[in-house]
T-cell receptor, first 117, second 113 residues
Framework: GAVVSQHPSRVICKSGTSVKIECRSLDFQATTMFWYRQFPKKSLMLMATSNEGSKATYEQGVEKDKFLINHASLTLSTLTVTSAHPEDSSFYIC?????????????FGPGTRLTVL | EDQVTQSPEALRLQEGESSSLNCSYTVSGLRGLFWYRQDPGKGPEFLFTLYSAGEEKEKERLKATLTKKESFLHITAPKPEDSATYLCAVQAAATDSWGKLQFGAGTQVVVTP
């Protein structure tokens, strides 16, 4: 299957600072990537859809100004958590959509554990 | 509104004891139904996409089936390494859905030797 990477895998930061998380599709081009958040022992919650060359589409209740998304190329999307606070601590996971004429699949990155002190 | 319900929430199996996980869904036009496994602290690992009722797919000890209302993931003669949380997700055919996935809560499977 296709490979999606995330960097960093783990980050600890002080309250008030900004943190950038990168999501890359390593062996395919992805016009659409997705950002999820996962709380302990819970399922994935979609935060936003990232489209290459256009603005991201955010899910209801997700603050656009706090979670900045940039999809600069067909292989890279970034999520920046601005002015992070302890309640932003979570597991953030991205996915990339791989499509062909006959099927579509979505592959996930390994996730980024964010801890805000 | 699209909904995905997985059952049971948790399943404990003896090695070799086959079982099935259920994913029932409602969606306004199904584009695809996805199965993933997730290990603690890791991202979901893609298993299958099913597209239409009657379709079946297999991978090692796993077999996924699809009807118009639900999907089953059958685990045949499981081994301890099959222990994981199994996630089901639906993707709607609506053009404004952008391919996003609606996930169920997952089924946590533990296989003991």
């Amino acid at each position: 299957g296709a490979v999606v990477s995330q960097h960093p895998s783990r980050v600890i930061c002080k309250s008030g600072t900004s943190v950038k998380i990168e999501c890359r599709s390593l062996d395919f081009q992805a016009t659409t990537m997705f950002w999820y958040r996962q709380f302990p022992k819970k399922s994935l919650m979609l935060m936003a859809t990232s489209n290459e060359g256009s603005k991201a589409t955010y899910e209801q209740g997700v603050e656009k100004d706090k979670f900045l998304i940039n999809h600069a190329s067909l292989t890279l999307s970034t999520l920046t958590v601005t002015s992070a606070h302890p309640e932003d601590s979570s597991f953030y996971i991205c996915s990339a959509e791989y499509m062909s004429n006959s099927y579509n699949e979505q592959f996930f990155g390994p996730g980024t554990r964010l801890t805000v002190l | 509104e699209d909904q995905v319900t997985q059952s049971p929430e948790a399943l404990r199996l003896q090695e070799g004891e086959s079982s099935s996980l259920n994913c029932s869904y409602t969606v306004s036009g199904l584009r695809g139904l996805f199965w993933y496994r997730q290990d603690p602290g890791k991202g979901p690992e893609f298993l299958f996409t099913l597209y239409s009722a009657g379709e079946e797919k297999e991978k090692e000890r796993l077999k996924a089936t699809l009807t118009k209302k639900e999907s089953f993931l059958h685990i045949t003669a499981p081994k301890p390494e099959d222990s994981a949380t199994y996630l089901c997700a639906v993707q709607a055919a609506a053009t404004d859905s952008w391919g996003k996935l609606q996930f169920g809560a997952g089924t946590q499977v533990v296989v003991t030797p």
